[in-house]
Structure formats: C-alpha cells, structure tokens
C-alpha cells in the first residue's frame, strides 16, 4: 500500500501483515482507493478535498483519510477501537510526517461522544462487512455533530448501500467486490 498522489505520493505505508485475525483489517487496495480519488477529483461533487476537514471512521490503517491529506484536506480524525489498527495509523502518520494535521480517537465508530470542535467535510466509512455498522455509525456522527450540512460521506462496503434515514443517494460505484455509495445528509431545518 501507498499514497496515490499529493504531497506524500508513492510514501509507503505500513504493512499489515497477517495482524490481528480479530481485527478484521480489510485495507482499501491502491487501485480502489485511486478510482475513488478520481471521483472526488472528478468534477461531479466539486472539490471535496481541499481545505476539507476529514473524519475516517472504522479507519483501518488510515490509508483513505492520509490520501486525502496528502492531496490537500487541511486535517483527519481517525477513528478506531482496534489496538493493530491504531498501531498501524499510528506508523503511517509518522511514515507521512502528519501528525500536526490528525487526530485518533480509539473508540468505537458506532459509539461516539458528542463533537466539541467543528463538523467534518468529508466523510469516509469503510465498516467490516456485511454487519450493519456503518448505518449504526452514521446515525451516531449525525447525533453528535461530527457531520457538516454539506458534507460528502463515502460509504465503503461488500454490496450497494441504500441511504439511510436522513441523508440524500448520491451515487454508486462498483469496483471488483467493492461498492461506494456517495451520501450527502439532509438538511434537518
């Protein structure tokens, strides 16, 4: 795994090696997460990526929320309960030399406390498979003001993603066994 492209491209991320068995570690492989940047870059959903604040939950090894920073959001929160996981994020926020613009919470994507700061832009989820987390996680964000009204979500995940209570279908990619449905919330006036 690598950075596609930006400031930190071609910088080597760590390895996952056989990890953690009960760490459902599922890494977003290179050629997906560069046809997923090169919808954002695209055109379609304007440039949801520069200057953007970004909240990676169920972040994994970090590679979507370094991508984009290394293509100009100006920070990431990672969110993560796994200890491979937050070990791995940790290593590739020092791989990246990002560390001033990220932030890792070890708690549970489904269950988080209420936002203090500002909302994120853009949002990406990539929940194990298959379990119904990312809904569950979504309506949690929501409810704790992590999500900007504005902002793009980029849902991950083994089939097509309806929309949940609450935010608009943007649209829907398929690449191999991997689908990405593009959510926006709704407005709650």
Not at 10 to 26: E, P, Q, Y
Not at 35 to 56: E, Q, W
Not at 97 to 110: E, F, M, N, P, Q
Not at 148 to 168: H, K, R, S, T
Request: charged content about 20%; aromatic content about 6%.
């Amino acid at each position: 795994m690598r950075i596609i492209a930006g400031t930190c491209r071609g910088t080597a991320l760590a390895s996952v090696g056989k990890g953690d068995a009960g760490a459902h570690l599922r890494p977003t492989t290179d050629r997906v997460r560069e046809s997923l940047f090169n919808v954002l870059m695209g055109g379609k959903f304007g440039d949801p990526i520069t200057g953007a604040r970004t909240l990676d939950l169920f972040a994994g090894t970090g590679a979507l929320g370094l991508e984009a920073l290394s293509r100009g959001a100006t920070c990431t929160t990672f969110v993560d309960d796994g200890r491979k996981s937050q070990s791995l994020i940790r290593e590739n926020i020092r791989l990246t030399r990002s560390k001033a613009a990220t932030t890792l919470i070890a708690r549970d994507a489904t269950r988080l406390p209420a936002n203090t700061g500002a909302p994120y832009d853009l949002i990406f989820l990539d929940p194990p498979y298959g379990k119904g987390l990312g809904t569950t996680a979504l309506a949690a964000a929501r409810a704790g003001n992590w999500i900007a009204p504005d902002a793009l979500i980029v849902w991950e995940e083994n089939a097509p993603q309806p929309a949940p209570e609450g935010f608009d279908l943007l649209d829907c990619r398929k690449y191999g066994d991997t689908h990405v449905t593009f959510l926006a919330p709704i407005s709650q006036s």
